[in-house]
């Protein structure tokens, strides 16, 4: 079992920076793969970036590639997301989600929110333009 608990979210200018961190607890918990996922108003969720528990790959949709990074510190039992030159099309809110994959990673399974069995309750992004 695994929780975790968003935090970061809030008002920004477009153009400007935020970092999300999702804390998790638990037993193990740095052993999870850890994914963000985002849900615009009005649209479906959609992935933004996962990072791997043992060798930190990482990877990232293509709207947010080169704009936004995703970190662990597996010591802390945090993952982040520095999100850059915010958009007004990256207003949402934002999850982060986790899961072990047993039965093996690939960074396709890790964008389909179907495959996370824990998941935050988010955190509200909102960039005015």
């Known amino acids: 079992q695994v929780e975790l608990v968003e935090s970061g979210g809030g008002l920004v200018q477009a153009g400007g920076s935020l970092r999300l961190t999702c804390a998790a607890s638990?037993?193990?918990?740095?052993?999870?793969?850890v994914g963000w996922f985002r849900q615009a108003p009005g649209k479906e969720r959609e992935f933004v970036a996962v990072?791997?528990?043992?060798?930190?790959?990482?990877y990232y949709a293509d709207s947010v590639k080169g704009r936004f990074a995703i970190s662990r510190d597996d010591a802390a039992n945090t993952v982040s997301l520095q999100m850059n030159t915010l958009k007004s099309e990256d207003t949402a809110v934002y999850y982060c989600a986790a899961d072990l994959f047993r039965s093996g990673f690939t960074p396709a399974k890790g964008m389909v929110q179907e495959g996370y069995a824990y998941w935050g309750q988010g955190t509200r992004v909102t960039v005015s333009s």
């Open positions: 990072i791997t528990w043992r060798d930190h790959s990482t």
């Open positions: 638990g037993r193990k918990s740095s052993n999870y793969v």
